[in-house]
């Protein structure tokens, strides 16, 4: 405790050092947004729907199996897939593919729980004295890492990556962890939401990932819009002491994004693997670089599991956009169908125009069905006016796209070779880079959909590799079994032509054998005749 | 019901589209307009309607014929654009249908051929110019003196711009003397004639002719241009610059570097010719490449050429090096 404390000090007595800055992106007018004008209505707690749908898939997006029947009761938090955990009481009624949250309205194997009445309700989160805490969280810190997969913590920024993951992968230790408090996204205002409402909590989580990742540094990114969120947090963070510097920086679409918050705090841009080979081209991850970035909504949930053992099970979700009567933030169970989140907060759309999307105006999409089940990555449901579509004209290689791109691209040119197909020449464009932000798409004149046409050239992309790779391994596959036959038939020659051998060299052996015997003989025969 | 994955609608943020882009461009290039107006010529507006008027036209027709919907394609103001180009490009006495056979090549050659806006690979306006130059190389010369023009009305020259034969004697023109060759011309014919140029009276020359001013007034419309960002300063800087370091360098007339900057169409041509994004380089450091291209083989088609201004060829030559330059830009990585 000394050396960190003495560490701590020196922390402190540096000044906080100025946000770097990003390439590109786009300064939103947030003043319109609905939820600024709510907040202070804080947190509404959501009651339990009487069904919750748990789609079975991970990150990437794959089926897992379930380890549940039907029929079997499950308690809140037993874990019913890998990485998936139950989040209330009752009992598993079918198992069966639903509709979840997707662009393309696909189902997904989903088990399906009818929840019982005497569900305990969410009591809210108690905060300990700093002295206890501490020692809750060192007790918990002291702790294998791998208890942390009980809480099923994901990242609660929108994509949902395992943060249990994310933290094991950084191999060479983490000197630098990022929280990030970011929201760059105009209506998304969850994570302020939680910021005013229980910011103890937050600061706490934070403490225990700083314990538990072993970092040199930690540094809190809130943007400069916040500024009633930042002091609750920064009171919070020294009531308990807390190892982590808060830094402010500019509200600039997309700061909150992993690849620019890193740029912004660290000013470090992730390099490319294998720079110089179009094919095998990739970008590093963060936590090659000994960089950890966090939800601010993540490391809440860590708190919640550290104070009472509770699983990642619910989260905060932002009810936004033109259309939406009541804008509000409430805590959701996940497996609540949207219909059901709409009506319960008294938001459910009153005519057929109303387009209901999951996801910030940027980055989300609309939803095909609002039966959909909220999970951890739906940070906002928005509810918008018809769409009156824009047609697209000729691309005039204005240039504009590349300007805004925050991760340096070139736009344009990356349309032009999507367009047509061309996977190779995209990839040596750093398609992969993509994050998908969207700016470019607000600066086109032409009102090009440039996102659109990436996110159809990346799955097709990622389709053919995997195609690629299959037949790769079906070929290698042929190869060794060629190879195997042969190797056997060599065998079964060299074997056959070794035996040969061995009888001629036999009969050879043999034959002088006789040879000399019959001589042998012949001569005894001459001896004794002539005694 | 449509599923749009980007809601650019629940965003506010101003933006451009095509058309206020094509706006902002011709409004720029109304100063210049004017300045010509008065140190050239007036005829420089009629010139302007027709070209506009016809470009529209032939735009409409030629959609019409590739069965794509008319109003979409010729409101972008494109077209318009580039017709105010040409017309400023070529001489102001230059007959009437022999700038509608410019503008008819301009936008079915230059555009219509390869797709329309945003596939053609040269810049319209100098492929209309061009075809004029090597078609019609007398009238395409023929510079109107501005003060030597009171001797007659302005109505008289429209006459005679309206007539098919502009050097008819009918019209009883004494055009050798209202004509004057321009700066750059006098300068090639001195050249030719193995003289050299006083430095001062060239300078006195360049001068009152009326170009320079028409240069600043390019110059003033182009800087607005980059001030609203419809343009970035890479291809007019680098334009500049090579040519006026090549004209430092290696110019054997006896003009300063300063003055032949402000010569000619350098000045329209760095900042509304070369900036074309459609035919221009995609990266920023492809840009420059291009720029100081079109600077370069300016200069040495002023110089070293058979024409007294360069620049149209230097255009269209650079604009087919653009493949080339964005091909080895790509593989010397993507930065912008």
Request: net charge neutral; charged share 15%.
């Amino acid at each position: 405790m000394r050396v960190r404390n003495a560490w701590r000090k020196q922390f402190s007595a540096e000044k906080p050092r100025a946000p770097f800055s990003f390439h590109g992106g786009l300064k939103l007018d947030t003043s319109k947004r609905a939820l600024t004008r709510f907040n202070s209505t804080g947190i509404k707690e959501l009651p339990l729907p009487a069904k919750l749908v748990v789609p079975l898939i991970d990150y990437h997006k794959n089926n897992i199996e379930p380890l549940v029947n039907i029929q079997q009761t499950v308690s809140r938090g037993q874990i019913i897939a890998p990485g998936i955990i139950s989040p209330a009481y009752g009992t598993v009624s079918v198992i069966e593919p639903c509709e979840f949250i997707h662009p393309g309205g696909l189902s997904v194997n989903s088990v399906v729980i009818d929840t019982h009445a005497n569900n305990s309700e969410n009591p809210p989160v108690s905060i300990p004295s700093a002295k206890a805490a501490q020692a809750m969280i060192n007790s918990f810190a002291e702790q294998p890492i791998e208890t942390l997969e009980q809480a099923a913590l994901v990242g609660l920024g929108g994509a949902g990556f395992p943060t249990l993951h994310k933290i094991k992968s950084a191999n060479n230790g983490i000197h630098t962890l990022i929280i990030n408090a970011a929201e760059c996204e105009p209506e998304i205002a969850c994570d302020e939401a939680l910021m005013l409402a229980e910011p103890e909590a937050i600061a706490l989580g934070i403490e225990t990932l700083v314990q538990l990742t072993q970092c040199q540094q930690c540094i809190i990114a809130i943007e400069d819009s916040k500024p009633l969120a930042q002091q609750q947090l920064s009171e919070a963070i020294n009531t308990f002491d807390v190892n982590a510097a808060i830094m402010t920086i500019p509200t600039r679409y997309p700061t909150g994004a992993e690849t620019t918050l890193i740029e912004v705090v660290t000013g470090k841009r992730l390099a490319y693997r294998n720079a110089n080979s179009p094919t095998t081209k990739s970008q590093t991850t963060p936590s090659e670089h000994g960089i950890v970035c966090i939800n601010i909504g993540t490391a809440h949930a860590l708190w919640q599991m550290v104070e009472r053992n509770q699983a990642l099970d619910s989260r905060v979700v932002s009810l936004g956009g033109s259309n939406m009567r009541n804008p509000c933030n409430v805590r959701v169970r996940f497996g609540t169908p949207v219909n059901f989140v709409l009506s319960a907060t008294d938001n459910t759309p009153d005519n057929a125009h109303t387009r209901i999307r999951a996801g910030g105006p940027l980055s989300g999409f609309d939803l095909h069905s609002l039966n959909a089940p909220i999970t951890a990555n739906t940070n906002c449901i928005l509810a918008e006016a018809a769409f009156i579509e824009t047609p697209a004209q000729p691309c005039i290689r204005c240039g504009q796209c590349a300007d805004v791109c925050p991760v340096k691209l070139l736009p344009q040119q990356l349309h032009w070779y999507a367009q047509s197909e061309d996977h190779d020449k995209c990839a040596q464009l750093n398609l992969a880079a993509c994050i998908e932000c969207g700016c470019c798409d607000l600066v086109c004149p032409a009102s090009i959909k440039l996102t659109e046409t990436f996110r159809y050239a990346k799955s097709t992309a990622r389709f053919l590799s995997e195609q690629n790779q299959k037949a790769d391994e079906a070929e290698q596959r042929f190869k060794n079994r060629e190879e195997r036959l042969k190797q056997r038939e060599a065998d079964r020659k060299a074997a056959i032509e070794k035996r040969k051998q061995a009888v001629k060299s036999q009969d050879k052996k043999t034959n002088t054998d006789r040879i000399k015997a019959a001589l042998e003989r012949a001569r005894t025969k001459q001896k004794s005749s002539k005694d | 019901m449509l599923k749009p994955i980007l809601d650019t609608q629940a965003v506010s943020l101003k933006t451009l589209n095509t058309q206020h882009i094509m706006l902002w461009v011709l409004a720029a290039l109304l100063p210049g307009v004017f300045v010509y107006a008065w140190f050239i010529s007036p005829l420089v507006f009629f010139n302007i309607a027709l070209a506009a008027v016809l470009a529209v036209v032939f735009e409409a027709l030629a959609l019409y014929w590739r069965g794509q919907a008319i109003h979409g394609g010729v409101q972008d103001g494109s077209i318009v654009v580039a017709a105010v180009l040409l017309a400023l490009a070529v001489p102001p006495l230059l007959p009437f249908w022999q700038l509608a056979v410019g503008v008819f090549i301009m936008v079915m050659l230059g555009k219509q051929v390869y797709g329309g806006l945003g596939n053609n690979p040269f810049n319209p306006a100098m492929v209309g110019y061009a075809a004029l130059l090597v078609s019609f190389p007398q009238t395409m010369t023929l510079w109107s003196a501005p003060d030597l023009l009171n001797q007659l009305t302005l109505g008289h020259l429209l006459n005679a711009k309206l007539s098919l034969d502009l050097l008819n004697p009918n019209l009883l023109i004494d055009w050798d003397g209202i004509t004057r060759a321009t700066p750059l011309e006098h300068l090639r014919t001195l050249k030719m004639q193995g003289l050299s140029v006083d430095q001062n009276l060239a300078q006195q020359q360049f001068i009152s002719s009326g170009w320079v001013w028409t240069n600043l007034a390019f110059l003033l419309g182009g800087l607005l241009l980059l001030y609203r960002r419809i343009i970035q300063w890479h291809i007019p800087a680098s334009v500049i610059l090579s040519f006026a370091l090549c004209s430092l360098l290696f110019s054997a007339q006896n003009v300063p570097w300063y003055l032949s900057v402000f010569s000619g169409a350098l000045m329209l041509g760095a900042f509304f010719i070369a900036t074309d994004p459609v035919t221009a380089a995609s990266s920023n450091r492809g840009r420059l490449v291009f720029g100081a291209g079109i600077g370069a083989l300016c200069f040495i088609i002023r110089e070293f050429g058979g024409y007294p201004e360069g620049f149209a060829f230097a255009v269209l030559l650079m604009n087919l090096c653009v493949p080339l330059i964005d091909h080895i830009d790509m593989h010397w990585g993507t930065s912008a």
